[in-house]
DNA sequence: TAGGGTATTTAGACAAGACTAACTTTTATG
DNA sequence: CATAAAAGTTAGTCTTGTCTAAATACCCTA
C-alpha cells in the first residue's frame, strides 16, 4: 500500500517523465515541482527504487517501471475524475477543481472510482481537456483543445463534445453549431472569460462554460 | 489547522461523551475506539488540550472544550453527508458507506461542503437516520428509526420519508402507504434484507433500499 | 585537462504520532 | 482500611518524511 506522499511522487515523476521532454526526471527538478528540498527528493527516490516502483541509479535521471506506471495512471484517473465530477455536478469553476481533486485523488477505494465512473457516464476528458484513464490504464493519446483556448482572432472547427446531456445538445444545435462548424473567436470578455464568435457569418455569445464543452481544432 | 488524526480524536471524543452514557471519555476507552495505545490516547489529549480543544485533566474524563465540539460536529457534518452522497447518488449500499465516509471527511474545502449539501438538497438524516449538522453545527436532537431496523414480527407507524424524489413519492403512493400508515414487519428475507410487511391487511414486499427511506416510529 | 559551478548525495536533526515497558494513581475488594 | 487490580501516565524508541549543512560527483569552459 503506497501513501499518499509516496503517490505524490510517483504522479510528478511520470508528468515530468511523459511530457515531450522527458529529460526533465532529475532529483532537483523532481523536489522543485513538490516544493520540497532535493535532499528529501533524493530520500524518497531511494525507497522507491526499493520497492520497485521507480528506476534510480545514482546521479541519474530517474523513471518509472512498469509498476510505477500503473500506479501513477490509476492516480491521474482518480485525479481527472474527479475534477469531471466536480465541475459538471457540484458546478465548481475550472479553476478550483485541481486543489480539491489533489486531496480526493488519495481516497482508497476501486469501488467509488468504479462507481463515479459509472456516475459521471465514462467521461473521456476532464475540464481541462486532459485524457481520463481507463480502469486499465489506457487512455487518448494526447489533450483535447476547448473552445475556451483559442486565442482571440483565431479561427477553428468543432470536432467534438464534452458532455451528450440534452440540455447541452439542445442548446448547441439551438445556437446552429454542429460538428465541422467553423467558428473564429472576436472577443474574450475579461470579466467572465465569455466570448463572441462567429460562425457562417451570424455573431454568437457564449459563456465559458459552454466553451470548454465544446472540443476544437 | 488540524491534522487528521487530531481531528479523528475529536470526533470520536464526541461521540464518547455525547451519548447518553457520557461517562465513557476515560484515555483508555478513547484508545480502545481509536485502535491505538493509551499512551498514544494520553500523548494526544495532552497536545488537544494545550490547542485548547479539550479539557483534559490528569487521571479525569475529558470533555470537549466549545472549541472542540464545534470541530467535530463539522467532521461529523461531512461524514454524514458524504455517506449520504455514496448512498444516494452512487448507489453504494448501507454498509459500505461508512468505510469510505471515513476517509472522504478529512478532505479541506469549505465550498466542496456547501455544494454538495446543496446538490444533495439539505438533507437532514443520513442514511442510517442519524441527523446531519447544518453548517453552524445546529442538528435534530435524535436518531430517525427506518422501516429496516424495526424486528420481525413488531408494529410501527410511517412519520416521514428520507427523501421527496418524485421517483420515490409516486412509488409509496402506489404501494398505498402514506404518513400514518400502520405496518407490522412480517418477515425479513436474509438475503437481500428485503421485508415482507403488513399493512391494513395488505401484504406488501418491499427493498431494503426502501425500507431505509422510511422513518418509523 | 584543470577548475569551478551546479547538481546530487550523505549525515544528522526534527516533528508527528505510534509503540513498549515501567511507574503512579485511583478504585475496588476483602 | 489495607492492598491488589485496573486505569492512567511517563520515558524512551521507532517510522515517515521533512530539513540544513557538508561532502561529493558531474560537466562545461578556458
Known amino acids: 500500500m503506497l501513501s499518499k506522499n509516496e503517490e505524490d511522487y510517483l504522479k510528478e515523476l511520470f508528468h515530468l517523465t511523459t511530457g515531450e521532454e522527458s529529460d526533465n526526471a532529475g532529483t532537483g527538478q523532481l523536489a522543485d515541482k513538490l516544493a520540497v528540498t532535493p535532499a528529501s527528493a533524493n530520500n524518497m527516490l531511494k525507497k522507491l ?6 528506476g534510480y541509479q545514482k546521479y541519474g535521471k530517474s523513471t518509472l517501471t512498469e509498476a510505477g506506471r500503473a500506479a501513477a495512471l490509476q492516480l491521474i484517473r482518480k485525479h481527472r475524475l474527479w475534477e469531471t465530477f466536480l465541475y459538471e455536478t457540484l458546478d465548481f469553476s475550472w479553476d478550483e477543481v485541481h486543489e480539491v481533486a489533489e486531496q480526493l485523488e488519495h481516497i482508497r477505494s ?30 487518448a493519446p494526447r489533450k483535447k483543445l476547448t473552445l475556451a483556448e483559442i486565442p482571440v482572432g483565431q479561427a477553428c472547427r468543432i470536432i467534438g463534445v464534452r458532455d451528450s446531456s440534452a440540455l447541452f445538445l ?4 439551438e445556437l446552429g453549431l454542429s460538428l465541422k462548424s467553423e467558428i473564429t473567436v472576436l472577443e474574450k470578455i475579461a470579466f467572465d472569460n465569455s466570448l463572441r464568435i462567429l460562425s457562417e457569418g451570424r455573431e454568437i455569445q457564449v459563456s465559458e462554460k459552454f466553451s470548454l464543452h465544446v472540443f476544437v481544432r
Not at 49 to 54: F, N, P
Request: no cysteine; glycine share 8%; aromatic share 10%.
Open 170 to 173: 439542445q442548446y448547441i444545435s
Open 49 to 54: 527504487k526499493e520497492k520497485g516502483l521507480v
Open 110 to 139: 476501486e469501488k467509488l472510482i468504479e462507481k463515479l465512473d459509472k456516475f459521471l457516464d465514462y467521461p473521456e476528458f476532464d475540464p481541462h481537456g486532459d485524457p481520463i484513464p481507463d480502469a486499465q490504464g489506457n487512455m
